[in-house]
RNA sequence: GGAGAGAUGGCCGAGUAGGUCGAAGGCGCUCGCCUGCUAAGCGAGUAUACUGGGAAACCGGUAUCGAGGGUUCGAAUCCCUCUCUCUCCGCCA
């Protein structure tokens, strides 16, 4: 959310900086619906003060048949009040549910432009494998190898959804557990196993309620969504916080499935695990001081690229423009790995910087000192890493060409000693 | 699922015949005093949001005692609904 203030006081500027996003005029009606408001707030505080100083003097009238054309005045300002009041608690609904639709302003640094093909390579790293034969697609070496069931999946559940089976289930496992010990042990992040459900104001706080429910599964009977990501559940461990300043920053890791509907998507990317209603990622979420935030989306980023150079998996790095960062986004980049069965590249992770803009909707603050005024802290998070499209790379980098797949040297203790998959 | 208890400020904890309660007291914390050091002691201060004024320090208004609604001139205190927590019983991985 961004702050009421900031849109009223530079209101040209906001407007010029959300539109870069493309599409159309993201604050039209902010004006007169702000306006309103104040009036109306005016007003009825106004008579509040008066009924409030009223009552007290009733209070101290003795004699009570003294207080009775006070009371008579107080009882129809209290009826103007209660007409104002409901007023107000309309536009307040109406104001709040406007502002919560208002996407992020782009980071000054975001690279303008209008779609994915605007986007900026930042880096690249690793070499790509050299093949003596045409590299097949992921969901070829998986059904060959018997470790990958999309008709067993379709089966149980239905359209993108898939079983895994033995050293399949098994590599799943070990790409869970090799980036936690990583994230854990080697970069200081804290393991957290959060709730795959969660409510209505955790999914507001994150940003993708109220504008993205069609993106999500939810229950019905409690009012629950299933998690698209760990980033909401993690993000609003601290919802409603004032955090230490000396806590800062604090790092959290955790694996979780994740739930998406796809909704929009029909057609892309069909066959393999790529685009999954169900997929399990490691995440990684930080909450710094604003003047930190920069820098820790680069180490955060460099955490996520670890994972791929410990697994020899070549990717680039890609900072995303302004008509492709998320809603919430301020800055991202997205790594993508390669896949020599689509002879491109494919994103992994997406590494973000929302600035205040979720702290703001979720609460989240800290104090400089001791009695400062509490502010917003910076949130941050990236996957560290989409685990079932690390599982593509790897079956497709590592491919052989008897149909078997060489399991890259830092996961085969993860694997029980395995070092080959056939 | 059944029975009961509870939800107050950073924490603990008063406050129900409705008014002077943003809320006693304690702890913690901050500043000052005192003191070889530490501890103890003394004094002052110590919520948040919105809003008005001010360059600012700061000053004023309104709201907030789990959430929402009601009664009333006036509600932490009375009434209704909901949520959550705890205890006991049942069931269960």
């Known amino acids: 959310m961004l702050d009421t203030k900031y849109i009223r006081e530079n209101f040209e500027e906001a407007e010029r900086r959300l539109s870069t996003r493309g599409g159309s005029s993201f604050l039209e009606g902010f004006k007169a619906l702000d306006q309103k408001r104040l009036m109306l707030l005016k007003e009825s505080e106004s008579l509040k003060a008066l009924r409030n100083s009223v009552s007290e003097e009733i209070s101290r009238i003795r004699d009570k048949s003294e207080a009775q054309e006070k009371i008579l005045e107080m009882r129809s300002v209290s009826a103007k009040i209660k007409e104002l009041d409901e007023m107000l608690k309309k536009l307040d609904e109406e104001l709040g549910l406007f502002l919560l639709s208002v996407p992020n302003l782009p980071h000054p640094d975001t690279p303008i432009g209008a779609s994915e093909a605007d986007n900026v390579e930042i880096r690249r790293w690793g070499k790509f494998p050299e093949f003596s034969f045409a590299p097949k697609p992921h969901w070829e070496i998986g059904e060959n190898l018997r470790i990958l069931d999309f008709e067993c999946g379709a089966k149980l559940t239905g359209a993108r959804f898939t079983l895994y089976r033995g050293a399949g289930a098994r590599l799943e496992r070990a790409l869970i557990n090799f980036m936690l010990d990583l994230h854990t042990d080697e970069h200081g992040y804290t393991e957290v196993l959060p ?153 992994i992770s997406s590494c973000s910087s929302f600035g205040d803009f979720q702290a703001r909707r979720a609460g989240i603050r800290f104090r400089e000192q001791e009695k400062s005024k509490p502010e917003f802290v910076h949130t941050i998070n990236g996957s560290g890493l989409a685990v079932g499209r690390t599982l593509v790379a790897i079956l497709e980098n590592c491919q052989q060409e008897d149909g078997t797949v060489i399991i890259p040297s830092q996961l085969r203790k993860y694997m029980g000693g395995t070092e080959k998959i056939c």
């Open 195 to 347: 709730p795959f459900m969660v409510n209505r104001e955790s999914m507001t706080g994150t940003g993708q309620l109220p504008k993205f429910e069609e993106d999500l599964f939810k229950m019905t009977d409690p009012d629950y969504f299933l998690i698209p990501t760990a980033e909401v559940p993690l993000t609003n461990m601290h919802r409603n916080e004032i955090l230490k300043r000396s806590d800062l920053p604090l790092s959290y890791v955790a694996y979780t499935p994740c739930f998406r509907r796809e909704a929009g998507s029909y057609g892309k990317d069909t066959r393999g695990l790529i685009r999954q209603h169900q997929f399990n990622k490691v995440e990684l979420v930080k909450f710094t001081h604003p003047s930190d935030s920069e820098a820790e989306l680069e180490k955060l980023t460099l955490h996520a690229e670890k994972v791929l150079q410990l697994l020899e998996l070549p990717y680039r790095v890609v900072g995303l423009c302004s008509g492709d960062i998320g809603f919430s986004a301020s800055t991202t980049y997205d790594i993508e790995v390669w896949l020599p069965s689509q002879n491109c590249y494919r994103e």
